[in-house]
């Protein structure tokens, strides 16, 4: 058996890449000259980066292979402008490639997006084309509030996302609803602002008719899935109440949770309650959590040791671990098939 984690983030990207975030911020606020270019990375840089942190944890917890995207607290859409946004994306994408290229075994890309708040998502579909297209990525990451925990973008289900979700069926690839950073002081970024959005995506699929419009669109909502799993009778009780379809047609043949829940009854609970072939498992690491829990001596974010304790038949640790990330992600699974795997 495979084990596929679903969401990695390259959250020890080079420093000269952080360097270039940090001139463009700069000339945005004083835009003197041309736009600052990305800073030149080497491989050697991008190896020494990689070999000590994701592969060697990848590596040591017995993962075969991570869905790999850039780090999602930077990608910070509600900050600079327009244009910054484009050329960050744009940079950060092209380092998941040489990554990729690189341990083209060990990772497969995810995009993150050009999005800016009060811009159409329209302005997305480019680079989501290119990535998937040119760079042989797999899927993306979409932030429902780029505004950075203000939310003035539309539901999810709002027509307004419609082009990109087009184009997200047309190229056959999921997306991950993933916020960035929170520029609200009332939310904490990974504790709360995260939770939140997660959360607040999957009531949206309740109250819209998304997935009537779009039969084979997929989400993976992170972190569990938000406070749904621990609330499941509330939002089944409420889609009654609301006079809405039974969750496992309305919602549920679309929607997919991952295990980034950092301890073990938590993931009995996730187990107990949603379906095996809604879960892929995913750890978020390098992320969120990085301490040891004093309670178990292991890595919060160690989460296969979860998996592997959970009381379930093999059939289903399969769909967990590797048959529902293939089925969700295509085409990792016309990559892995060239592999041999
Ligand atoms: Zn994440």
Sequence with gaps: MLIIDCHGHYTTAP????????????????PAGPAPRPEAVSDDAIRE???????????????????????????????????????????????????????????????QLPQFPGVSIENSVAELERCVSELGFI?????????????????????????FYEKMVELDVPAM???????NACFHATGAHYINADTTAFMQFIEGDLFKDFPTLRFIIPHGGGAVPYHWGRYRGLADMMK????????????????????QPGIDLLARVID??????????????RGIDSETGFYFDDTKRYIDALVMDDADKKKIFESNARRVFPRLDAILQTQGR
């Design 276 to 289: 095996a072939g809604n879960i892929l498992f995913g750890s978020e690491m390098v992320g969120a959590v």
């Design 177 to 183: 609803i993933h916020v960035s950073g929170s520029c």
């Design 244 to 263: 809405r379809p039974d969750l496992r047609q309305h919602v549920m043949k679309n929607v997919f949770f991952d295990t980034c829940v950092y301890h």
């Design 15 to 30: 420093a000269p890449h952080q360097d270039f975030r940090a001139a463009q911020l700069a000339w945005a606020k004083n």
């Design 49 to 111: 980066s990689i070999e000590e942190n994701q592969l060697k944890l990848q590596q040591t917890r017995g993962a075969d292979m991570t869905i790999f995207s850039p780090r999602a607290s930077a990608m910070a859409h509600h900050e600079g402008n327009e244009r910054v946004s484009q050329d960050w994306t744009r940079a950060c994408n092209d380092l998941i490639q040489r990554v990729v290229a690189l341990y083209p075994r060990n990772f497969a890309g995810v995009c």
């Design 139 to 163: 899927g993306c990451n979409l932030n429902p509030d780029p505004s950075g925990g203000h939310w003035t973008s539309p539901p999810l289900t709002d027509n307004a996302w419609y082009p």
